[in-house]
């Protein structure tokens, strides 16, 4: 099946740094989501790319979608304490594969105050 | 709204037992999916249900059914626990053109 690989698999970083991660995939894309899960409970989307190239902020954070619709990368600027969790991308490749998420290995992000 | 609810939050079964994962929405989405999360693998589709009375095998079917009883709730089964069935499952919904899945906040379940 698809696969994604996602970058780094952890990061320590000090409170106000920024953060990158990102995500690549043999396969083309359609629709790319960036996920957050705290400790204990579910994934929550954060932002969401439905077009190549497009760039995309929510507050602090900023994605884009790859020219090649075969990566992403989520950007943190300032990064404070409640950042901390496990980062997921999530993409999407149409056709037959319509509402199915191939989901990344995840970032864990820690953050020192 | 409650969004997305899964019980139980937290279960333990001996291999050979069987139960159901139960999963309810309130957001009248018209899909809905089951995924499990283990250590390192992100999470991995089982089964979905792209609308009421349909549903289909996600990438680790094996050892599972599921039932779609009404656009509200899509229950998970496991008829003959295993050990390697020992995971967090995560129920999600979709309003079904736009990806943006929604999720509950997961039920862990340990096979002893």
């Not at chain 1, 790319?49 to 902020?57: F, N, Q, R, V």
Request: glycine content about 10%.
């Amino acid at each position: 099946g698809q696969q994604l690989n996602q970058s780094p698999q952890s990061m320590f970083i000090q409170e106000g740094e920024d953060v990158s991660m990102n995500c690549t995939s043999s396969s083309i894309f359609n629709t790319w989501l960036w996920y957050k899960q705290d400790p204990g409970e579910g994934p929550v989307l954060l932002i969401a790319l439905y077009k190549a190239g497009e760039l995309t902020s929510n507050g602090r954070l900023t994605a884009q979608f790859g020219i090649t619709r075969k990566d992403s990368f989520l950007n943190i600027s300032a990064s404070i304490p409640s950042d901390v969790g496990i980062y997921f991308c999530a993409g999407q490749s149409g056709g037959t594969s319509y509402g199915k998420l191939t989901f990344g290995q995840g970032t864990i992000l820690t953050v020192h105050p | 709204n409650a969004g997305v609810t899964q019980t139980p939050k937290f279960q333990v079964l001996k291999t050979g037992q069987s139960m159901t994962l139960q999963c309810a929405q309130d957001m009248n989405h018209n899909s809905m999916y089951w995924y499990r999360q283990d250590p390192g693998m992100g999470l991995r589709l089982i089964y979905y249900s792209a609308s009421e009375g349909t549903t289909d095998k996600g990438e680790v079917p094996n050892g599972y059914n599921v039932s779609r009883l009404n656009k509200r709730e899509f229950s998970l089964r496991l008829e003959s626990a295993a050990p390697s069935q020992t995971s967090v499952y995560f129920c999600a919904s979709e309003e079904g053109n736009y990806n943006e899945q929604f999720f509950g906040p997961g039920t862990r379940l340990t096979v002893l």
